[in-house]
């Protein structure tokens, strides 16, 4: 009879994790070792592999489900795929393509808002290779019991981030800009000042905080062919922005680090950097590293 019920629990636990692979992984945070003020490769060989990943990862609010996208080189042209893996009794899946993801597409840049109720991401068509998407769109998914489902294009644009009252930041053709709602319509889209633009640079994937007192974003100059972590505080009151300080090491190299998020706790960031062999990487560190840099400030 035990023998029964055990096998009968295997098997839901088999169907419930869609057929996937169970990882010896368990904890949170894919059940890496926390990171202090040096950045370190996040779950290396499983999220973090010897191809190139392309986006930061996004946690669900109860820290079960994980999203990141990837880039896959087929032939002559260049897909993004998102990825998943799910924590179940405890225990992580193998990562593998998300549900809802399209394929031979090119979609990343993925973020949960705080209320767990929408996932954004964007979504283009392949690129050649050696040559970037011309367009993205910016797609919302809503949350229907442990599912994504019904989505929307917000607008043409790239790398969103949300605040908790919906706003969203992202990259447009201008630069980074924000999309304001009302009642859950478009209100009204705004390029950021020149502080965050900065005329020369392309100033790219930004990350802004759920309650909008901060932004970090990538800042590549065009010249030296890199990109550096940049962050910006905002005073609540005025609405006006810092000058952007470049978020220094180690938290930038030598290489190109972009697709700064920070998780929902408030513990950690996250971002991706080019490492060795023309790879991408996603890398996490304390996010004590935003208090020290808004006491430079004040």
């Given at each position: 009879?035990?023998k029964?019920?055990?096998?009968?629990?295997?098997?839901?636990l088999?169907?419930?994790?869609f057929?996937?692979?169970?990882?010896?992984?368990?904890?949170?945070?894919?059940?890496?070792?926390?990171?202090q003020?040096?950045?370190?490769?996040?779950?290396?060989?499983?999220?973090?592999?010897?191809?190139?990943?392309?986006?930061?990862?996004?946690?669900?609010l109860?820290?079960?489900?994980?999203?990141?996208?990837k880039?896959?080189?087929?032939?002559?042209?260049?897909?993004?795929?998102?990825?998943?893996?799910?924590?179940?009794?405890?225990?992580?899946?193998?990562?593998?393509?998300?549900?809802?993801?399209?394929?031979?597409?090119?979609?990343?840049?993925?973020?949960?808002s705080?209320?767990?109720?929408?996932?954004?991401?964007?979504?283009?068509q392949?690129?050649?290779v050696?040559?970037d998407?011309?367009?993205?769109?910016?797609?919302?998914y809503?949350?229907?019991g442990?599912?994504?489902?019904?989505?929307k294009?917000?607008?043409?644009?790239?790398?969103?981030?949300?605040?908790?009252?919906?706003?969203?930041?992202?990259?447009?053709?201008?630069g980074?800009?924000k999309?304001?709602f009302?009642?859950?319509?478009?209100?009204s889209?705004?390029?950021?000042?020149?502080?965050?633009?900065?005329?020369?640079?392309?100033?790219?994937t930004?990350?802004?905080?759920?309650?909008?007192?901060?932004?970090?974003?990538?800042?590549?100059?065009?010249?030296?062919?890199?990109?550096?972590l940049?962050?910006?505080?905002?005073?609540?009151?005025?609405?006006?922005?810092?000058?952007?300080?470049?978020?220094?090491?180690?938290?930038?190299t030598?290489?190109?680090?972009?697709?700064?998020?920070v998780?929902?706790?408030?513990?950690?960031?996250?971002?991706?950097?080019?490492?060795?062999n023309?790879?991408q990487?996603?890398?996490?560190?304390?996010?004590?590293?935003?208090?020290?840099?808004?006491?430079k400030?004040e």
């Open positions: 009879m035990k029964g019920l055990l096998l009968a629990l295997f098997c839901i088999i169907d419930f994790s057929g996937q692979t169970m990882l010896d992984l368990s904890g949170d945070y894919f059940g890496q070792t926390a990171p003020d040096k950045p370190l490769i996040f779950g290396d060989d499983y999220v973090s592999t010897s191809g190139i990943e392309h986006s930061s990862p996004t946690f669900s109860d820290g079960d489900e994980l999203y990141w996208s880039i896959v080189i087929s032939n002559d042209s260049v897909f993004q795929l998102i990825m998943c893996s799910k924590r179940i009794s405890g225990n992580w899946t193998k990562p593998t393509i998300a549900p809802f993801s399209k394929e031979r597409l090119y979609e990343g840049g993925l973020i949960i705080a209320d767990n109720k929408r996932l954004y991401f964007y979504r283009g392949p690129a050649a050696n040559k998407v011309e367009s993205n769109e910016i797609i919302c809503s949350k229907k442990n599912q994504w489902v019904n989505p294009v917000i607008c043409s644009g790239f790398s969103p981030s949300v605040t908790n009252n919906g706003t969203i930041y992202f990259d447009s053709d201008e980074i800009s999309i304001s009302n009642d859950g319509k478009m209100a889209i705004q390029l950021l000042d020149d502080k965050i633009n900065l005329k020369g640079y392309k100033n790219w930004p990350y802004i905080a759920p309650d909008e007192s901060y932004l970090i974003f990538s800042r590549l100059d065009y010249n030296g062919d890199y990109g550096e940049m962050i910006s505080f905002r005073n609540i009151k005025t609405g006006v922005w810092s000058e952007p300080i470049n978020m220094g090491s180690p938290i930038n030598w290489a190109q680090e972009r697709f700064p998020s998780t929902q706790d408030g513990k950690y960031l996250f971002f991706t950097r080019w490492t060795q023309n790879n990487d996603i890398f996490w560190v304390s996010s004590e590293v935003i208090e020290r840099l808004k006491e400030t």
